[in-house]
């Protein structure tokens, strides 16, 4: 499929994880933030987002993003009324007709995936659009073909909508999966999954070639997700000897040709150069399965914070984590930090873990 030779408006459409829809988004915002020179978010619906831009590209959007699934070019937004599966289907058949006679092949397959999100009432769904498309492409000799299509469709239901794109990339879960804590070299109990550990680095806006830091690294989990978006170098480090020993294992498995430092130091003190580091993304104990050398989560987190506030360059962004109830953002904002968003996860019955995005101002 030639992406030149679909008609587009400058939107896209990205396909959001079910898991927890705040993170999604703010995931995806963040990652656009980084890789585009400019976006404007047009929609942020259950399980899908529109935004616009004139730069970007969509591959590396969904490999780096951890929440997103899919992603593609916006065909059209509209309620879920017969009327509208209608209109969505012609706008379809013209894309079908388009690529086909600007394609060198004979080939005339084509696919739709199809989801609807959601608990809501709608009188048509992406299950009625799909057919829709089928029944009148097979009128003009077009076959369904999932695994060499000329295109592949999105239709995709959601709070009231009906929304059709072109798919461009999708999300492999495959490297995610293979990074799991328990196949990694050195493993202890109690290490965030790889694709939240991504969502962390993203939430922190690390750009490619910049220096990244995490100043309570454990397994190295962190350091490794930001070398694989393109840290220059990932510095992190931790209190605990045996995390310090054990840790580069996994980052000489995953981040082989990566450039990182594994040190042990105080997150208080860390011995970083001022003006430094452009992210931060750490995971901080809380005080449950892991310790927090006997000072407590707020006293740690806070003298962390303050070291971060010198070591940070200008517009320097760092993503955190600690238990509700002790209202990490607090902490944040009496330390100088601007928070941008607070993300709360539930984990169990008593532990609401809060993700704290802040920056420099």
Same mark, same amino acid.
């Given at each position: 499929m030639?992406?030149?030779?679909?008609?587009t408006?400058?939107?896209?459409?990205?396909?959001?994880?079910?898991?927890?829809?705040?993170?999604?988004?703010?995931?995806?915002?963040?990652?656009?933030d980084?890789?585009?020179?400019?976006?404007?978010?047009?929609?942020?619906?259950?399980?899908?987002?529109?935004?616009?831009?004139s730069?970007?590209?969509?591959?590396?959007?969904v490999?780096?993003?951890a929440?997103? /699934?899919?992603?593609?070019?916006?065909?059209?937004?509209?309620?879920?009324?017969?009327?509208?599966v209608?209109?969505?289907a012609?706008?379809?058949?013209?894309?079908?007709?388009?690529?086909k006679?600007?394609?060198?092949?004979?080939?005339?397959?084509?696919w739709?995936?199809?989801?609807?999100?959601?608990p809501?009432?709608?009188?048509?769904?992406?299950?009625? %659009?799909?057919?829709?498309?089928?029944?009148?492409?097979a009128?003009?000799g077009?076959? %369904?073909? /999932?695994?060499?299509?000329l295109?592949?469709?999105?239709?995709?239901?959601?709070?009231?909508?009906?929304?059709l794109?072109?798919?461009?990339?999708?999300?492999?879960g495959?490297g995610?999966?293979?990074?799991?804590?328990?196949?990694?070299?050195?493993f202890?109990?109690?290490?965030?999954?790889p694709? %939240?550990?991504?969502?962390?680095v993203?939430l922190?806006?690390?750009?490619?070639?910049?220096?990244?830091?995490?100043?309570?690294?454990?397994?190295g989990?962190?350091?490794?997700e930001?070398?694989?978006?393109?840290?220059?170098?990932a510095?992190?480090?931790?209190?605990?000897?045996?995390?310090?020993?054990?840790?580069?294992?996994?980052?000489k498995?995953?981040?082989?040709?990566?450039?990182w430092?594994?040190s042990?130091?105080n997150?208080?003190?860390?011995?970083?150069?001022s /003006?430094?580091?452009?992210?931060?993304?750490?995971?901080?104990?809380?005080?449950r399965?892991t310790?927090?050398?006997?000072?407590?989560?707020?006293?740690?987190?806070r003298e962390?914070?303050?070291?971060?506030?010198?070591?940070?360059?200008d517009?320097?962004?760092?993503?955190?984590?600690?238990?509700?109830?002790?209202?990490?953002?607090?902490?944040?904002?009496?330390?100088?930090?601007?928070?941008?968003?607070?993300?709360?996860?539930?984990?169990?019955?008593?532990l609401?873990?809060?993700?704290?995005?802040?920056?420099i101002?």
């Amino acid at each position: 499929m030639k992406l030149a030779s679909i008609p587009t408006s400058g939107q896209y459409y990205a396909i959001l994880s079910s898991e927890n829809w705040k993170l999604s988004i703010e995931e995806l915002k963040a990652v656009l933030d980084v890789e585009t020179q400019h976006y404007r978010l047009l929609a942020a619906l259950d399980g899908l987002a529109v935004f616009d831009s004139s730069n970007i590209d969509l591959y590396r959007v969904v490999g780096r993003a951890a929440y997103t /699934k899919e992603i593609g070019i916006l065909l059209g937004l509209a309620g879920s009324s017969h009327g509208c599966v209608s209109r969505l289907a012609d706008r379809a058949i013209e894309v079908l007709e388009t690529a086909k006679a600007s394609s060198y092949e004979r080939e005339s397959g084509f696919w739709v995936f199809s989801e609807d999100r959601g608990p809501y009432i709608r009188p048509a769904g992406s299950a009625e %659009l799909s057919r829709e498309i089928i029944r009148r492409a097979a009128r003009l000799g077009f076959r %369904l073909d /999932k695994r060499t299509p000329l295109v592949s469709f999105r239709a995709f239901s959601t709070e009231g909508v009906l929304a059709l794109g072109v798919v461009v990339a999708r999300q492999e879960g495959k490297g995610y999966l293979e990074r799991s804590p328990g196949r990694r070299p050195f493993f202890k109990p109690g290490p965030l999954s790889p694709r %939240l550990s991504r969502a962390f680095v993203n939430l922190s806006r690390l750009r490619a070639g910049e220096v990244f830091m995490d100043p309570f690294c454990g397994t190295g989990g962190f350091a490794l997700e930001a070398c694989m978006v393109g840290a220059s170098i990932a510095l992190c480090g931790d209190l605990d000897w045996r995390m310090v020993e054990g840790g580069p294992e996994n980052l000489k498995r995953y981040c082989p040709h990566g450039t990182w430092v594994y040190s042990a130091w105080n997150a208080g003190r860390l011995p970083i150069r001022s /003006k430094s580091i452009y992210s931060i993304a750490t995971d901080p104990p809380y005080g449950r399965s892991t310790t927090t050398g006997g000072v407590g989560y707020t006293y740690l987190v806070r003298e962390m914070l303050r070291r971060s506030r010198d070591i940070l360059v200008d517009g320097g962004w760092v993503a955190f984590a600690g238990p509700h109830f002790r209202r990490p953002e607090v902490i944040a904002t009496s330390e100088g930090f601007a928070v941008e968003t607070v993300v709360e996860m539930f984990v169990h019955g008593s532990l609401t873990r809060s993700i704290v995005v802040a920056r420099i101002e």
